[in-house]
């Protein structure tokens, strides 16, 4: 099945030498910051998880938002989705693919990620969150993989895979949650101290996930004649709608515990974020922004008449995609280690190597995610069933 991925025309070439370019300059920064160290980054002794753990922290949520298209269609048998269960497992496998090489170039010598499995310590909660991710993804590659090769060849998938996929479902839950558990789990850190924060990931995860996919199936269509579907487009938004008012929700809920009870070690997180503490407020801005996008998208998306309205959809899906992104992806990590719990307020700005390693780590899943994306198409052209063209 693979001899599919090297069928393709020239926009399609043009888009994995885009990525090789992106990837190979991603690698050449690595190679700066393996031989320098993370002295090149601007981590520092106060804030010591930056840009890097706050993108696989967004990304886990991207991974596990694929049980909201596996989850109707195998439990509730909701037909509507069979055409693009595949493609949230096969975005779930590119996710987690960034979330290790982010956690990769975040170890200072990354030969000891091994250790977590070398020297398993089960009462330690990130042996937990590697157990559950790699388990996520490996669930999802096996059953996406057979899943797709019996639809090549017409016949029903394996009989061991059915279990696989029910138990991949509770497994999308856990592998956010626990990464959830990492960051609340730390009392000295008062922005992250709080028992919604699991909730909280799951409902932005919920909500980014189904938007990125309504993106990804826009993209199909312009470029390979895929059609999803209007049924299965707007059973993606109703659930990103959802998804992202319990954000929202869970957010206020914060924001007036935070405010109500006046605890300083509690709200100089949220003051600092959004107003600035102290003359420093470098995220300032983008959480301003992160705010009004999701809001503006949550407007659109719970009206009926723009949520069926494909132009304002897909718009309201990419500023929901973005403004999650900035609020997990920026302003999670950085706003629980500033102020420092000795009240010290120091900026953390990432540097240009490491929006360049970034680059390198989205390219490399991006590429993953086409060749899979590539497969899925070329498998419906062959066997008929979607007006589907190669790309």
């Given at each position: 099945?693979?001899?599919?991925?090297?069928?393709?025309?020239?926009?399609?070439?043009?888009?994995?030498?885009?990525?090789g370019i992106?990837?190979?300059?991603?690698?050449?920064?690595?190679?700066?910051?393996?031989?320098?160290?993370?002295?090149v980054?601007g981590?520092?002794?106060?804030?010591?998880?930056?840009?890097?753990?706050?993108?696989?922290?967004?990304?886990?949520?991207?991974?596990?938002?694929?049980?909201?298209?596996?989850?109707?269609?195998?439990?509730?048998?909701?037909?509507?989705?069979?055409?693009?269960?595949?493609?949230?497992?096969?975005?779930?496998?590119?996710?987690?693919c960034?979330?290790?090489?982010f956690?990769?170039v975040?170890?200072?010598?990354?030969?000891r990620?091994?250790?977590?499995?070398?020297?398993?310590?089960p009462?330690?909660?990130?042996?937990?969150?590697?157990t559950?991710l790699?388990?996520?993804?490996?669930l999802?590659?096996?059953?996406?993989?057979?899943?797709?090769?019996?639809?090549?060849?017409?016949?029903?998938?394996?009989f061991?895979?059915k279990?696989l996929?029910?138990?991949?479902?509770p497994?999308?839950?856990?592998?956010?949650?626990?990464?959830a558990?990492?960051?609340?789990?730390?009392?000295?850190r008062?922005?992250?101290l709080?028992?919604?924060?699991?909730?909280?990931?799951?409902?932005?995860?919920?909500?980014?996930?189904?938007?990125?996919?309504?993106?990804i199936c826009?993209?199909?269509r312009?470029?390979s004649?895929?059609?999803a579907g209007?049924?299965a487009?707007?059973?993606?938004?109703?659930?990103?709608?959802?998804?992202?008012?319990?954000?929202?929700?869970?957010?206020?809920?914060?924001?007036?515990?935070?405010?109500?009870?006046?605890?300083p070690?509690?709200?100089?997180?949220?003051?600092?974020?959004?107003?600035g503490?102290?003359?420093?407020?470098?995220?300032?801005?983008?959480?301003?922004?992160?705010?009004?996008?999701?809001?503006?998208?949550?407007?659109?998306?719970?009206?009926p008449?723009?949520?069926?309205?494909e132009p304002v959809?897909?718009?309201?899906?990419?500023?929901?995609?973005?403004?999650?992104?900035?609020?997990?992806?920026?302003?999670?990590?950085?706003?629980?280690?500033?102020?420092?719990?000795?009240?010290?307020?120091?900026?953390?700005?990432?540097?240009?190597?490491?929006?360049?390693?970034?680059v390198?780590?989205?390219a490399?899943?991006?590429?993953?995610?086409?060749?899979?994306?590539?497969?899925?198409?070329?498998?419906?052209?062959?066997?008929?069933?979607?007006?589907?063209?190669?790309?």
């Amino acid at each position: 099945m693979l001899e599919l991925a090297f069928k393709g025309n020239r926009h399609y070439w043009i888009w994995l030498s885009f990525l090789g370019i992106g990837i190979i300059t991603g690698t050449a920064a690595y190679l700066v910051q393996f031989n320098v160290g993370l002295a090149v980054t601007g981590l520092s002794r106060d804030v010591s998880w930056g840009f890097y753990l706050a993108q696989l922290t967004f990304l886990v949520g991207v991974a596990a938002s694929a049980v909201m298209v596996v989850l109707p269609y195998y439990l509730h048998n909701f037909r509507v989705f069979g055409r693009i269960t595949i493609l949230g497992e096969f975005t779930a496998i590119a996710a987690v693919c960034m979330c290790g090489l982010f956690l990769f170039v975040d170890i200072g010598q990354p030969m000891r990620a091994m250790n977590v499995f070398l020297y398993p310590s089960p009462k330690s909660i990130v042996f937990w969150d590697a157990t559950v991710l790699n388990g996520y993804l490996f669930l999802n590659l096996i059953v996406g993989w057979n899943v797709l090769e019996a639809e090549r060849n017409g016949v029903q998938p394996p009989f061991w895979v059915k279990p696989l996929i029910y138990l991949s479902i509770p497994w999308a839950f856990a592998i956010h949650t626990v990464t959830a558990f990492i960051y609340c789990g730390l009392g000295g850190r008062g922005f992250w101290l709080t028992a919604i924060m699991a909730p909280r990931f799951l409902a932005s995860a919920f909500s980014s996930g189904p938007a990125f996919l309504i993106i990804i199936c826009r993209i199909l269509r312009k470029v390979s004649g895929f059609n999803a579907g209007t049924k299965a487009i707007q059973g993606l938004a109703k659930i990103a709608t959802y998804g992202l008012m319990a954000n929202l929700f869970f957010l206020s809920c914060e924001i007036f515990v935070v405010y109500n009870s006046g605890l300083p070690e509690h709200k100089a997180h949220f003051q600092y974020l959004y107003f600035g503490l102290d003359g420093h407020g470098v995220l300032v801005p983008w959480m301003r922004t992160a705010l009004i996008l999701m809001v503006s998208a949550a407007i659109l998306l719970i009206i009926p008449a723009t949520r069926r309205h494909e132009p304002v959809l897909i718009t309201a899906c990419v500023a929901l995609f973005t403004g999650t992104w900035i609020d997990k992806g920026m302003g999670l990590v950085t706003g629980g280690f500033i102020p420092t719990p000795l009240h010290q307020v120091l900026d953390y700005v990432p540097t240009v190597l490491e929006l360049l390693i970034s680059v390198g780590i989205y390219a490399t899943g991006a590429l993953i995610l086409t060749i899979l994306l590539k497969l899925a198409m070329g498998v419906k052209k062959e066997t008929g069933r979607t007006k589907v063209r190669f790309i």
